[in-house]
């Protein structure tokens, strides 16, 4: 079993997370391409968590409409009591049930670290062909998570499984969080090989997939510093080279 999310100390923990990685390589890669769609307005965040992505977007741009679903209740009540905006919508799903979007009314999904925390291949694929059903033709879906070829590699604030360990899709493994003034907060989650992502995404329709692992080297000077800044950055450690995370664009055609 997984990481129950439905646990209020563990919900706690994770929104204290210093999520700094996550937003400089990952999210702020998923709004670079959003952005370049001048046609997106309406996005579904599956899996939203504390809304910590959704609030970030939705404050980009007034006109986005974003749709944040979740099944764990105590995750969308810290997103509604700290995240909320107007264009946000946040709403409790449960079974993975999107039943009140219909077919093809939304034009971009993002899914972060969502698979990662599930160990059943069919409800993973069930999860993609439900988005893939709601988005509309030539809509994208963004998947966000840790890196299979990041294993054991020690990241600013996380590191992902153990160094040298070899997992196969479906294994259990630990990402163990840093959380500032406290231990880390052990996450258990699980093991997707990124043929596994290529496989299911295939299977649920999607084309044209394409894949991201943004490292800190890769930032141009001006988005490295500004980062330094922001965070107060002395020095990085593995990210500099080693991308954290993965990112698959999929277009439903």
């Not at 294993?151 to 899709?169: A, H, P, R, W």
Request: some cysteine; hydrophobic content about 35%; aromatic content about 12%.
């Amino acid at each position: 079993m997984g990481t129950s999310w439905k646990e209020t100390e563990i919900t706690k923990k994770f929104n204290e997370y210093n999520d700094m990685l996550e937003n400089i390589l990952g999210f702020q890669t998923l709004f670079d391409q959003i952005q370049k769609d001048r046609s997106i307005k309406t996005i579904l965040d599956y899996g939203c968590g504390p809304g910590k992505v959704s609030y970030r977007l939705a404050g980009i741009k007034e006109e986005y409409s974003v749709i944040a679903v979740d099944e764990s209740e105590g995750m969308l009540n810290i997103a509604q009591n700290e995240r909320a905006k107007e264009n946000i919508h946040y709403q409790c799903i449960a079974n993975d049930d999107l039943s009140f979007l219909e077919d093809s009314s939304i034009d971009c999904a993002i899914i972060c670290f969502v698979f990662i925390n599930n160990s059943n291949k069919e409800r993973i694929l069930k999860v993609a062909k439900e988005v893939f059903r709601v988005l509309k033709k030539n809509g994208t879906l963004f998947i966000l998570d840790s890196n299979p070829e990041a294993i054991g590699y020690e990241f600013t604030t996380f590191q992902n499984g153990l160094k040298n360990f070899k997992y196969k899709d479906g294994d259990k493994k630990q990402q163990y969080l840093h959380i500032p003034g406290s231990d880390d907060l052990i996450l258990d989650d699980y093991f997707w090989s990124r043929e596994f992502y290529l496989s299911f995404l295939n299977k649920a329709g999607f084309k044209n997939i394409t894949i991201f692992e943004p490292t800190i080297d890769a930032l141009s000077e001006e988005s490295r510093k500004e980062a330094e800044k922001i965070y107060n950055v002395k020095e990085w450690k593995d990210e500099k080279e080693q991308a954290p995370f993965i990112i698959f664009d999929a277009v439903k055609k």
